[in-house]
DNA sequence: CGTTACCGAGACAACGTTGTCCAGACGTGA
DNA sequence: TCACGTCTGGACAACGTTGTCTCGGTAACG
C-alpha cells in the first residue's frame, strides 16, 4: 500500500480511501491511485483489515464428523452456501469422531478469530468451549447435542422418524422387528432406539433382545446381525436399521437369502431408490438442517442473546427401491411421499 | 496480551516469549504469565501473529464445482486430512460450475491470504489467475486443467479409461455402442469421448451419431436418450454414460422395458454394487486425487519452483451392481476387480 | 475583499503480535 | 576487586490496514 501511495505520489490515507471506495476522493487522484495498483499488483490484505476493524474477519468454521460422507457433504454444502450470501467464508474441518481432535481444531479455529462456530459435536463433554462462548464466539450444534454445556441446537426428530417407523410396520401387521444399528454412543443411534421402544410399547409389542444389534458399523456387519436373526426359530418379519450402512448390508443380505422380510432405515441416501428391495427410509431434509444451523448462528453473529435454542426438524417416511420386485412400483417418488407420515417439529421433544 | 503482561507483572515481549514457548525464561516467570493467560481468557490471535510473520497463515483455499457431490466430498476431505497434517487449515467454496463466481472465490481467498489455492476449474480462462502465482500464490488444478495458464494439474486417465471401456465392450462382441454424455463444454467429458472415438476407430468401428447424446445433465435426461436410441430399427447393444447421473438413468430405462443391452460409465459411485443391472464402470482413486494434488501443492508452498507438472493417474474398469440378473455373479468385489483392466499413469497423454 | 464553511488530503495512532537490539544483573575467573 | 561473559527482561519498530484529527485550499456569500 505504501509502494502505491508512492507510485501513485499520495498519501497511505488516500489509497486506502481508494481501496474503500471512499466517494470523497478527487477523480483523477483515484484514477491515478487504481492504475498504480493495477501495474503494482496491489492486493488488499484482508488479514490485516480485519485485525485493524476489530475481529470482523467473516469466516466461521465447521467441524463435521467426516467430511466425505454424503450426509455432512450436503450439509457442508448448506452451510457454505448460506453464509456465502452474507459475505462469509468457511474453514472446514473433520474430527473423525475423536473428542480430542474435535477440541483441538475448535479451539485452533477460535485462535484464527473465526467468528462463530458450526459443530458436529462427538460424545464427549464440550465444557471446554463455555469458555469461547464467554468470549464471544457463538456456537451452534448440528445433527447431535452438545455435552454438558448449553448452546444452540439444531436437530432432526429422530425420535418421531423411529416412531413413525415402527408405527408402519406394526400397522401392517409386523410383530417380530429386528433391530439393527450403530454404537449407542452416538446421539443419534440412541434416540432412534429409545423412539423405536416407545412405538413398540404404546403399541403392546413385546421387544426380543436377540433381535436388537447393536455397533454395526459396515455393510459387512449388518449383512452377518440380520443372517443370524433369520436363523433363528422365530425370525424377524420386519427390520429396522439404524442408518443407510445397515440398510444396505441387510437389503444385500436378504436378497441374497431371498428371504422376504421388509426393511425401514434412516437416512435416506442418493441412489437409495436404485436398492432391489422396497425400503422404507426415515428421512430429514439435510439442506434445511444445514441451513438452519447457518441462519441460527449468523443471528448469533449479529448479536442475537437470546437463550439458546433447540431447533427439531422433521422426518418424514419415504419409500424407496423395489426394482427386483418390480413392476408393483411404477409411481413417481414424489406421489409415492404422499402416502407417508410427515412429521412436524413438535412432534417429539427428545431429552 | 497486554493486560495478560500486566496481570503477571511482566513486559510484553515476555508474555510473547511464554506463548511461544521460548526456553530462555524465567521457570517462575513462566509460571506467572501462564496463570494469568489462564485467568484472563487470553487467546493468541493467528492473525495478527500471521501478519507480523509475513504472510505464513497456514490456510489453503479449496474450489470446487459442488461440495454436495460425493465425488468433490471425498476429495476435499482427502485435502482436508493431507493438509491437516502440516498444520495447514483449509477454506473451502464451491464455485457451482459458474466461471465468474469462481473467479470471484478465487480472489477473495488470495485477498485472504491464503498460501495456496486448489481448483476444480470450470471451462473458462483462468488468466486472471497469472498474476496470483506470479505474486506468490501456487495453484494446483484438479480433476481438470485449468484453461488459458500453466500450472500444476491432478488429473484421472478419462481417455486411457474410455479406451478401456470400449475396448473392453468391443472384446465383448458389442458393434453398435451408444453413448450419454454431459455437456462437452466440461473436460472430462469431451476426454471420455474422445478415448472412446480413438479405441472405436482402433477397432475399425464406425460411429453411429445417432447412437451420441450429449448434454445429459440428469438421470431422466438419460432415460429418455437411451428410449430413442432403442426405438431405432438398429439399436445399441450397448451404451457408454459420461458419469454416474447418466449410468443410473440408463439402468433405470433398460431395466424398465427389460431390454438386455450392456452398461458400462464413468465415476464409481457408492451402492454401485446395489444396482439392479451388472455395471461396467471407470473408476478412479478418489482419494489419491485428493492426495496427490495436496502433496503438489504443498511442495510449492515450500519452495518447490520447477516447472509446472501434469500428474495423470489412473483409472481402472470395475464391475458392479448385477442383484437383479442373479446368481452368477455372487463373487466378492475384490476378485470381481482382478480380471478387470488397469491403466497406469504412463497409459496415455491426453493433450 | 474578507470571512466562513466545507471538502479533500495527509499525519498519526492503533489493532495484536514478534524480531531486534540493548540494558541490566549476576556469576566467574584473573 | 575488577572485568568480562552470559543470560534474562524490556523498549521499540514493524507487519498492512483504517479511524480520527487536523490542516490547507477553495468556493460562496456577505
Redesign the interface.
Known sequence: MNDVAAHARVSLKTVSRVVNGIATVAPELTERVQASMKQL?Y??????A??RAGHA?R?IGLITA?????F???L???I??AV?AQGF??????SEEDPALERTLAL??????VMGLIIVPTDASHGYLR?EI??GIPVVFLDRPGVGISADEVLADNRGGAEAAIAQLVSAGHRRIGFLFDSLDIYTMRERLAGARAALKLAGVTIDDALVATNIHAPEHAAAAISNMLALDNPPTAVLCGNNRST?GA??EI?RQNAGIEVSGFDD????R???RTVTTVSSDTVALGTTAAAQLMARIDGDTSAPRRTLLPTHLVKRGG??TAAQDRRESTSTESDCTERGISSHKPT
Open positions: 499488483g492486493r488488499r490484505n484482508n488479514l490485516a480485519s485485525l474477519s469466516t467426516d467430511l466425505s460422507n454424503s455432512y457433504a450436503t457442508s454444502s448448506a457454505v452456501r456465502r467464508q468457511v474453514i472446514m474441518a473433520s485452533e479455529l477460535c485462535q484464527r478469530r469458555e464467554e468470549l444396505v437389503v444385500e436378497w441416501f442418493e441412489m437409495s436404485l436398492l432391489p426394482w427386483a
